[in-house]
């Protein structure tokens, strides 16, 4: 079994060298990229214009994903090519929550939460999102995950084709307000 599985791995990472990129496990020294990676998908889903990150929350997305890297139940991988080096990252966690039903024994259910995923725009349509995605999906496996949670804007078309494709289905609404909005709206149906 041990063997088939390295065979496959070894497989996987030839197609990929072929196709001109590999996916890797991240290391410290791409994490300041990976952080760029972040802000560059942040900016996608707002739709806003390019602009620079606050020095205090660069240092909060570093820490973030640095204390991803030595936690057994994180994975941050990158796609990375000789030429351009890090094109794409990848990240999943394992979440873990207690049924809320009387049961004459504790479960535990494993989700595999994707909570980052990206891939520059001059590299998509080489396989580098499906790459990146059976590397998390392999560790989320290997954890004893279920199921495979992520979310994306909802005016992101790209995003919702491409995860509808790989099985994805909507299973809830996360909407979102302003405080003040809210506020103002309790405010005006006092009466």
Do not use: C
């Amino acid at each position: 079994m041990l063997l088939a599985k390295v065979e496959l791995e070894l497989q996987v990472a030839v197609n990929q060298a072929k196709r001109g990129f590999v996916i890797r496990e991240a290391r410290e020294e791409d994490l300041p990229e990976m952080v760029g990676f972040l802000a560059k998908l942040a900016l996608h889903v707002s739709g806003a214009p390019p602009h620079d990150l606050k020095e205090s929350e660069y240092k909060r997305l570093l820490r973030t994903l640095h204390s991803a890297l030595d936690d057994p139940n994180r994975r941050l991988v990158v796609a990375e090519t000789k030429s351009a080096g890090l094109v794409g990252m990848g990240y999943v966690y394992i979440w873990r929550s207690q049924g809320i039903w009387e049961q004459s024994e504790a479960a535990e259910f494993k989700s595999g939460v994707i909570d980052d995923i990206w891939v520059e725009p001059d590299f998509r349509g080489l396989g580098i999102l499906k790459a990146l995605l059976r590397d998390l999906v392999t560790f989320a496996e290997e954890h004893h995950a279920s199921e495979l949670i992520l979310e994306y804007s909802a005016s992101n078309k790209e995003a919702k084709a491409a995860w509808t494709k790989l099985g994805f289905k909507p299973t809830g609404v996360r909407a979102a307000a302003f405080t003040s909005v809210v506020k103002q709206a309790l405010a005006e149906s006092q009466g």
